[in-house]
């Protein structure tokens, strides 16, 4: 799912995305992800043993104990352990499997497809949805790193 009319589609119709992975600390990648979609109207839901809580959500240890249906299953996790997620977003009728940048399982975006999923690899939803739908702007920290005004 590379073009632009999949992932705008994608982005679209899955409003209610599990976050496989997904951090407490405010400075990991998937912490960012998520404010960032709750911010743009998602609903966010936490999926990692870790934690009771996230982003004012009940943290769930794995998809299947979700009680609400997901549309989106969004992967913050190491390319070997999507295997057993790709399964589990098939089990409970996700539409969309979605594999955060750096992570690439060819064999698990296959059989979601072939379960009739939709499958995204390699690719950032915040990227995505602020590339297509005018979001790049959106940063949520000022750091003060980068700046327009000349140093004194």
Known sequence: MDDISSLRRILKTCRT?????LS??????SFFVAK???????????VNPRYESILGEPCYP????????IDMVDVFRR??????????????????LWQQIGVKDEA???????????????RCVKIEHGRLFGGLNW???NTGVISARRPV
């Open 139 to 141: 940063a949520g920290v």
């Open 62 to 69: 794995r998809l299947e104990d979700i009680p609400e249906k």
């Open 17 to 21: 995305i599990a976050v496989v992975g």
């Open 108 to 122: 698990a975006a296959a059989r979601a497809r072939a379960a009739g999923l939709d499958a995204v690899m390699d």
């Open 79 to 96: 390319t070997e352990d999507v295997g057993p997620i790709a399964d589990s977003a098939i089990a409970i009728g996700a539409k969309c």
């Open 36 to 46: 960032y979609l709750q911010e743009h109207g998602y609903r966010v839901i936490p």
């Open 24 to 29: 407490a600390d405010w400075h990991r990648p």
